[in-house]
């Protein structure tokens, strides 16, 4: 597996610029180099190869920011059309995909999942969770994403692929009882959404990725957007990196197969189709008006923040979600206040100078918090 020394990765992304395709609005150009230097501080303090931004504002236009490389054994810089692995914003689609169903008559959200999967498996605590709380992440169930699993399976042997219901199965046999009663807590759990895309299917009669290209890519012309299931790089992907080994070089984990995550955390995006995807959700044009709270409402997690149907809705930030798969990272927010979206995509899982940062969600909130701050001038 090749290896990047990351003072490489310093000395080359400094000959790349910063670059945007915006609006005419008058003040786009000091937008961009506000914008520009965040990005870039953010990503080199924490060792980013490469990112991409899109912003979508009703007093600012429409705008894209890229920095650093997609590929950095060739140096290839990233451009502005690039597509990354968004990996739990694919929670967002599957959790707006049930509540289209249920709006559709095909679910009933307060029953049991196992009226509607009791065929795939013989675990009686199923009988106890609703569809609403697998949607919430208050099941109880076991999470099958554990760290065992990724050291031992995924990470050694990455080309292997997954059936959905080996990744449930690993979860039920691993805690035989629920860990603790259906709805009375929260507990963030990639199994509640691998059942969720068994759901999809089951009521549907298509595959996940025809649901949701019929649902939501065509509609909203997500051209760029993709369920993977399996290890092929799309032409135009960003190569995702990791250092993995701890050695202090990033190695890359592009090929990887991504029936890991499947549901959970499967999909391959742009940034600008993010964004055009978590203002619709955000706005609440993608349901009707009824299923908004089953949409926004949902488990409490802190004061001001709860987890809905596949989105977090924080008060005092925004609407939206995050997401991380191996090799990759992003965050995609709505805020109601602005009614501007960002989408930010990087190409790494865990920065290799500081992976106690979030860098997605540094710039994400820098970003919001500029455009805030441009409102009350």
């Known amino acids: 597996m090749m290896k990047y020394l990351f003072n490489t990765i310093l000395l080359l992304s400094s000959i790349v610029l910063l670059t945007a395709c915006s609006s005419n609005d008058s003040d786009q150009q000091n937008l961009n180099s506000k914008f520009g230097d965040l990005i870039e501080r953010v990503c080199r303090e924490t060792g980013v190869p490469g990112a991409s931004v899109h912003v979508i504002s009703p007093q600012h236009g429409e705008f894209s920011l890229v920095w650093g490389f997609a590929e950095l054994s060739t140096r290839t810089p990233v451009v502005a059309d690039q597509r990354f692995r968004i990996g739990s914003l694919t929670k967002s689609f599957t959790g707006t995909a049930v509540l289209r169903l249920a709006e559709d008559g095909f679910i009933d959200i307060d029953a049991p999942i196992s009226t509607y999967l009791a065929s795939l498996y013989d675990y009686e605590p199923l009988e106890q969770i609703t569809v609403r709380q697998l949607l919430t992440m208050s099941s109880g169930l076991n999470e099958y994403l554990n760290l065992e699993f990724l050291t031992a399976s995924v990470l050694t042997a990455p080309l292997t692929y997954y059936p ?28 509640n959404y691998i059942l969720l895309g068994q759901l999809i299917e089951t009521v549907s009669g298509k595959t996940y ?25 799309l032409e135009n992907m960003t190569h995702g990196y990791y250092d993995y080994d701890e050695d202090g070089a990033y190695e890359d984990w592009t090929t990887i197969n991504m029936s890991y995550v499947w549901s959970a955390g499967c999909l391959t995006s742009t940034a600008r189709d993010v964004a055009i995807w978590m203002e619709a959700l955000g706005q609440g044009t993608l349901l009707s008006e009824p299923f908004h709270p089953d949409n926004f409402q949902g488990q409490p997690i802190t004061d001001g923040v709860v987890y809905g149907a596949g989105i977090l809705v924080d008060d005092n930030f925004a609407i939206g979600h995050n997401g991380t798969v191996i090799g990759f990272h992003a965050d995609a927010w709505y805020d109601p206040q602005t009614q501007t979206t960002v989408a930010v995509l990087c190409n790494t899982n865990a920065p290799i100078i500081d992976d106690e940062r979030d860098p997605t969600r540094e710039i994400t909130e820098g970003i919001l918090k500029q455009l805030k701050a441009l409102e009350l001038e």
């Open 209 to 233: 990725q025809n649901y949701l290209q019929e649902t939501f890519f065509n509609p909203l012309a997500l051209n760029d957007t993709f369920v993977q299931v399996d290890d092929s790089i």
């Open 164 to 191: 959905a219901q080996t990744l449930v199965n690993n979860a039920l046999n691993v805690s035989p009882q629920l860990l603790y009663d259906p709805g009375t807590q929260f507990t963030y759990n990639n199994t």
